[in-house]
């Protein structure tokens, strides 16, 4: 089956820095890679999303990249700020009706 | 617009009582429906996931149980609650433009 490993499992930046998170996986049939923020006690919101079909995809100061020869996909931060702390989750899926394999998290810390 | 609601919030129990959680998902038909639960600061564990009224299928083996009497209605229930069992009870819904999945508010099950 499906193996998605995340990295790093926490990261510290200061307010106005980049922040990178980055995702592997196994199956080289997985076509859809979904990223969610899940704040404390919430439930996890889809922030962006990326298809196979696609190399990069852009939204505001939030940014997905894909390299399906390598499997692996990145979630870019830019210009963060303190509401962007949260925890991150990728994950991978084969698509409609498949389920999703999900990575292990990584808790983003902006420091004001 | 889809609307997933998910009874009750929080919910404390002791060891060995029964257990039952709702989900209903509200403005779309034929969802996709599944059920996660995430211990305290840990990743997203699949529990059960459905394709349709009374289609249900088990990623983990456990005291615990998933039934779908209805179209958009999703229950987690147990006989018997270890304290294992105490996490949050996440029920999410399937999109069908790409499979994506949103996520209801969650419940917060404590065992003691």
């Known amino acids: 089956g499906e193996n998605v490993e995340q990295h790093p499992s926490t990261l510290s930046v200061q307010e106005g820095d980049s922040a990178v998170i980055k995702c592997t996986y196994s199956d080289s049939a997985s076509n859809y890679f979904p990223w969610y923020k899940q704040e404390l006690g919430k439930r996890p919101q889809l922030i962006i999303d990326i298809r196979s079909n696609v190399g990069e995809k852009k939204d505001q100061r939030i940014a997905v990249t894909l390299n399906k020869t390598a499997k692996h996909f990145s979630l870019h931060i830019t210009e963060t700020q303190p509401e962007d702390s949260a925890v991150y989750f990728c994950a991978a899926s084969k698509g409609t009706g498949n389920q999703f394999y999900f990575g292990t998290g990584t808790s983003l810390t902006v420091i004001p | 617009s889809q609307t997933i609601h998910q009874w009750p919030a929080t919910l404390v129990q002791p060891v060995g009582s029964p257990l039952s959680l709702e989900c209903t998902v509200e403005?779309?038909?034929?969802?996709?429906l599944y059920w996660y639960r995430q211990a305290a600061g840990r990743g997203l564990q699949l529990l059960f996931y459905s394709v349709g009224i009374g289609q249900i299928s088990s990623e983990v083996p456990q005291n615990l149980s998933a039934s779908r009497p209805q179209d958009r209605q999703f229950i987690l229930s147990s006989k018997k609650l270890l304290l294992s069992d105490s996490g949050f009870y996440l029920c999410a819904w399937g999109g069908f433009l790409a499979g994506e999945q949103f996520f209801g508010p969650g419940t917060r099950l404590t065992v003691l």
């Open positions: 403005g779309t038909s034929n969802p996709n």
